[in-house]
């Protein structure tokens, strides 16, 4: 680096360095995803901050400029330490590339997959036979929320302990209401708590239900790649044809008009 970019660097690096380390500073505190627990529903109301918004959403709105800061702090920081035009350079892709890396760790991990249709018929059928057996249904939906993963396991075994401290079971099915893995047990287990009809049944026909789905969901993506498929195939057989089929038949006609002129 020459001496004239010394003495800029030597007054720009503190300042640089200060807000790439605040920003660091801020982008280690627990990630988006990390606040949010699958298993209880979301508040709906809270402390409001100016203008009636609520204090973690103008939180998390302020903070979504924090990868834009710490990217311009890296590209500002190698800027001045390359020096000139390549310094420029050499900022604006490191600190796009901070931006970048900075805003996926913002943003956390990436959302869970959904449980398989076939994995949740058979959980449904497990919560039918536990419930024939005579387990109450606290006790079978604890024993169906570990064959469950992730969130959906999570929500169920809420609504287990839920139903086993005695609450009321429309408000014990409430969080599972909110799942859409989860939402239509939740709303047959309520109209069965009401009507007094036995919850197996319905907990058996849903699986059915299910499973129904899954075949035509299956059925449909195997029409499609059917359909699908001949776009390639026609690509493949269609210039083969013209060339083989086609243009012989087009040159021997043309030949023989042109020899009668």
Known sequence: MSAGATGPAIVLFPHALAVLLVAAAVLAMPRRAALVTPRLPAPRTGPTGPGGRPVERAFWRA?????????????????????????????VVTGGAAAFGAYRWSRG??????????????????????????????????????????????????VADLLATGADPADAWEPALANPATAALAMAARR???????????????????????????????????????????????????????LPVVIGLARQLFQHW
């Open 109 to 158: 991990p990436a959302a869970e997959a959904a449980t398989e249709p076939l994995r949740l018929a058979g959980a449904w059928d497990l919560l039918s036979a536990c419930l024939r057996a005579g387990l109450p249904v606290s006790t079978a939906a604890a024993a169906v929320a570990d064959q469950l993963p992730g969130a959906d396991g999570g929500v169920l075994r809420r």
């Open 63 to 91: 903070a979504a400029a924090l990868p834009l800061l710490c990217g311009v702090a890296v590209g500002a920081l190698a800027a001045v330490l390359v020096g000139g035009v390549q310094g420029l350079c050499c900022g």
């Open 192 to 246: 069965t708590a009401h009507s007094g009809a036995a919850m197996a049944d319905a907990v058996s026909e849903l699986a059915g239900q299910v499973r129904a789905a899954a075949a035509d969901l299956a059925e449909e993506r195997a029409q499609r790649a059917g359909v699908l498929i001949t776009g390639p195939l026609g690509l493949c057989f269609l210039p083969a044809f013209f060339c083989l089929g086609v």
